[in-house]
C-alpha cells in the first residue's frame, strides 16, 4: 500500500500546462516558468511530472503571487528520473502540474531562512512578496555556482545575506559548511522563527544545533527535500 507524504502526491489532481520558457542559471540548475494559473502563499509547493508514467515530484515556487509567471528552480539530479528529463524540456512543452500547497509560509515576523542547494528557493518566493524585514538567510553551497539568486538576495537583504561555500573560497563568501557557521555563532536569537529548508542531512543537523544553542523546537519550521 501507498502511504504517507509519496502516497498523498501521486494522488494530487494534476493540469496539463505549457512551459513557458526554460533558463539554465548555472551547470546544474535551471529556472522553468508555468502559467500562473492558481493563487498561492509564497513558501507553498507543487507537484509535478512529465507523463502519469513517472511518480510527481515536489517543487517549491521560487516566484512572488505578484509575478507574471510559476517559476520552479530545480536541480538536475544524474541519477534521478524526472531532473534530467525536465531538463532537456523546451518552450512549448506539456507539463503535468498540480494546485499549489503547503505550509512552509513566510509571514512579516523576525526569522531566520537557512538553506541548502535549491532549499533556497522558498525564501526567494518570500523575499520577492516584500517578506525581507528582520529576515536573515543563511544559504550553504558546496560550490560558488550553488548561489542561486544571489544578486537578489544581497540587494534584498544587504548583510543579512551570508554564503557558506564548502569547497571553494570566493569574495565575501564563508568558507565552510553552513553548519560550522552556525556553531561559531556565540547566542543565537531566541525570540523569533528559524526556518529549515534543503536536504535533510542539513535539516537534521541545523536542528541539532539550534535546539543544543537553546532554541525552542516550536519555533524551528522544516521543509525537507526527499
Ligand atoms: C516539499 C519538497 C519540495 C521540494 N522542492 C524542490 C525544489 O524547489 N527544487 C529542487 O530541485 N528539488 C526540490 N525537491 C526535490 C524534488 O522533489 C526531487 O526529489 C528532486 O528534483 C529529484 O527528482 P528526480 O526525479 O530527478 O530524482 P529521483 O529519481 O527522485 O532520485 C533522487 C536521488 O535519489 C536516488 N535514488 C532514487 N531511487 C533510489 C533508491 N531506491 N535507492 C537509493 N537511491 C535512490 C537517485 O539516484 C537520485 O540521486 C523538493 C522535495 C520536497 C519533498
Redesign the pocket.
Given at each position: 500500500m501507498d502511504t504517507g507524504?509519496s502516497g498523498f502526491?501521486k494522488k494530487l489532481p494534476l493540469k496539463p500546462l505549457t512551459l513557458l520558457d526554460i533558463n539554465q542559471i548555472s551547470t546544474d540548475?535551471y529556472i522553468l516558468s508555468l502559467p500562473q494559473t492558481h493563487d498561492f502563499l509564497p513558501g507553498q509547493?507543487v507537484?509535478?511530472t512529465l507523463d502519469a508514467s513517472?511518480?510527481p515530484?515536489?517543487?517549491?515556487?521560487?516566484s512572488a503571487p505578484k509575478d507574471e509567471t510559476m517559476q520552479?528552480?530545480?536541480?538536475?539530479?544524474?541519477?534521478?528520473?524526472?531532473?534530467?528529463?525536465?531538463a532537456k524540456c523546451s518552450k512549448g512543452d506539456q507539463l503535468l502540474v498540480s494546485a499549489p500547497f503547503?505550509a512552509?509560509l513566510g509571514d512579516e515576523q523576525p526569522a531566520w531562512f537557512i538553506a541548502s542547494?535549491?532549499?533556497v528557493?522558498?525564501y526567494r518566493s518570500m523575499l520577492r512578496a516584500g517578506l525581507t524585514h528582520n529576515k536573515k538567510l543563511i544559504h550553504g553551497g558546496r560550490f560558488a555556482h550553488n548561489f542561486y539568486f544571489q544578486d537578489e538576495f544581497a540587494t534584498a537583504l544587504k548583510d543579512n545575506y551570508i554564503r557558506c561555500c564548502s569547497q571553494e573560497s570566493g569574495d565575501g563568501m564563508y568558507h565552510g559548511r553552513l553548519t560550522t557557521w552556525l556553531q561559531q555563532q556565540q547566542q543565537l536569537p531566541a525570540h523569533q522563527m528559524y526556518y529549515l529548508?534543503g536536504s535533510a542531512e542539513m535539516v537534521v543537523e541545523v536542528r541539532d544545533i539550534l535546539i543544543g544553542k537553546g532554541i525552542a523546537i516550536e519555533r524551528i519550521m522544516s521543509?525537507?527535500?526527499?
Open positions: 507524504l502526491v540548475a509547493v507537484a509535478i513517472i511518480a515530484r515536489l517543487y517549491s515556487l521560487c520552479i528552480l530545480f536541480s538536475v539530479k544524474p541519477d534521478g528520473l524526472l531532473t534530467p528529463m525536465l503547503g512552509f542547494g535549491t532549499g528557493a522558498p529548508c521543509e525537507i527535500y526527499f
